[in-house]
């Protein structure tokens, strides 16, 4: 009896979108919406999609009742005998755009592009709201380095590139820049870098030599000062680092930014004491006892090892070793505290149980600090040492752990400076490659089997993309292509480029 009601039962009809241009109406909830994606094909209903009517998905449910201009605004074709919507996208993207529907948040699977998942999440209206905070690092981070990958194909253009309107005198400042700045820009340029930075080890190399005794000569006072050979010497070095300076300063475009800036502040330093001590030298007796003007200048003298800071100009590993550094300033603060807390908890442990001894060489806690510090940080001198037993299973614990003290930290240490390297060298890499497309582009559009560097500022626009056949004449170009920041749209870049 049930079997046969069950078959009697009408069935339900399925709820279908009605044709285009047609006044048929049909229950948004009911409707199912049929969408291939890059010939992935997927069943969505209308109650799912109008939980987020902003959407362009959303937009599907009304978009028939306008007819083929609106269905074509909102999608690449349409079969009206399957009903099917066709977007030419990115499958990949779409299933996790698609989550926001179901979970009400956006995941970007490994290996997506997080410019091209951005501008996939704009073509399907979905806000950048929904995604995950994760995928936010990700997607900030990537936009940064294609910023900078920007600045650096900006930079090169600008060298390469002759403003007629500029003056002579402009002109000559940048070639004085470009000339001191980039040593990659030529040979002699090249060149000049490597002459300075032999003369920074040879300044540095002077300074030491002219401490050593045998190296000194008495002056009529009868006091050590050092070879004039080697003063001569450092007077040739540093006046080639005073007129470097000066001509980086007057060619700077950003004399204010260049003073202030962090290495500049090192080279003045690196020069400074010379002309302070021989100021002092000569003029300073005038005002102050010979024995203040001795000590001044020896304590200027002291100063010069900051030229060995300006060999961080020219080595690429110095900077990424201080930007390491810089990154990882959490973890430094870490293992100070760690190791600021073991020191005071050891030295006062040490001096307790030493007391008990009548030699023993704690004799204050402070005192104790100076052992704990060695202890831990497994230098250990030997002037102090404990005695005891007690004292002595102290010193094995403080040993051991300053080890995991100092290890711990380590590890992200060497990671930040291995991913910035790295960076760096992708980067680099990846400006080139920039550089070459636009050659190339610039060969191409203008019919030639190869072209010049020269040609890159006076680059035409791209040819625009022909448009494909698979789905008719009313197909509609891709919205995916991107495009580096901070770049005018004649140096456009296509989404494979990008994501390379």
């Known amino acids: 009896m049930d079997a046969s009601a069950e078959q009697s039962l009408p069935e339900e009809p399925e ?29 969505l209903y209308g109650d799912l999609l109008s939980q987020y009517p902003e959407t362009r998905l959303a937009e599907l449910i009304d978009c028939l009742a306008g007819g083929y201009d609106t269905i074509f605004s909102l999608c690449d074709d349409y079969d009206p005998g399957k009903r099917e919507f066709y977007f030419d996208r990115d499958p990949d993207a779409f299933k996790c755009v698609i989550e926001v529907y179901y979970f009400g948040e956006v995941h970007m699977k490994k290996g997506i592009c997080p410019i091209c998942f ?6 399907w209206k979905v806000d950048l709201k929904f995604l995950d905070d994760c995928c936010k690092s990700h997607l900030s981070e990537k936009r940064e380095e294609l910023e900078e990958i920007a600045r650096r194909v900006q930079l090169i253009l600008d060298d390469l590139g002759v403003d007629a309107a500029e003056g002579r005198w402009r002109r000559c400042q940048k070639c004085v820049w470009k000339f001191l700045e980039k040593p990659e ?46 003063e001569n010497v450092e007077t040739a070095c540093i006046g080639w680092f005073t007129l470097e300076y000066l001509l980086r300063l007057f060619s700077s475009p950003n004399k204010l930014h260049f003073a202030l800036s962090f290495m500049n502040i090192v080279d003045v330093l690196a020069i400074l004491p010379f ?49 390491a550094l810089k990154r990882s300033f959490k973890e430094l603060g870490l293992l100070l505290m760690y190791l600021a807390v073991g020191i005071f908890v050891f030295s006062a442990l040490g001096y307790t149980m030493e007391q008990s001894h009548p030699e023993t060489l704690f004799k204050s806690i402070p005192q104790s600090f100076w052992w ?22 102290n010193a094995a614990i403080s040993f051991l752990c300053g080890v995991i003290a100092i290890a711990l930290p380590i ?90």
Request: aromatic content about 4%; proline content about 5%.
């Open 185 to 230: 820009s030529s040979c002699p340029a090249r060149v000049v870098a490597v002459l300075s930075f032999l003369l920074i080890l040879v300044s540095s190399v002077v300074m030491c030599m002219g401490t050593i005794p045998e190296l000194q000569v008495v002056d009529a006072e009868g006091n050590r000062v050092e070879h004039p050979t080697l």
């Open 275 to 323: 002309y302070v001590s021989l100021t002092l030298t000569h003029l300073g007796a005038r005002m102050m006892e010979l024995t203040n003007v001795q000590q001044a200048v020896q304590a200027l003298r002291i100063m010069r090892i900051a030229r060995i800071f300006k060999l961080a100009r020219h080595s690429s590993g110095l900077q990424t070793l201080t930007y």
């Open 411 to 500: 590890h992200p240490i060497i990671n930040n400076f291995v991913r910035y390297y790295n960076k760096q060298r992708v980067l680099e890499t990846a400006a080139k490659h920039e550089l070459e497309l636009m050659e190339l582009n610039s060969s191409s559009a203008e019919g030639k089997p190869g072209g010049s560097r020269s040609d890159l500022d006076t680059l035409p626009p791209e040819p625009a993309a022909r448009e494909g056949p698979s789905w008719g004449s009313r197909l509609k170009l891709s919205h995916s292509d991107t495009f580096i920041p901070l770049l005018t749209e004649k140096h456009h870049r296509t989404r494979l480029q990008s994501c390379k």
């Open 15 to 43: 709820q279908s979108l009605p044709e285009p241009g047609s006044q048929d109406s049909v229950a948004g909830d009911d409707i199912e919406i049929v969408v291939n994606v890059g010939g992935v094909r997927q069943v």
């Open 372 to 393: 704990a510090i060695i202890t831990m940080t497994t230098v250990g001198y030997g002037d102090i040492y404990p005695k005891t037993t007690l004292g002595k299973l």
């Open 118 to 123: 951005k501008n996939e999440m704009d073509f």
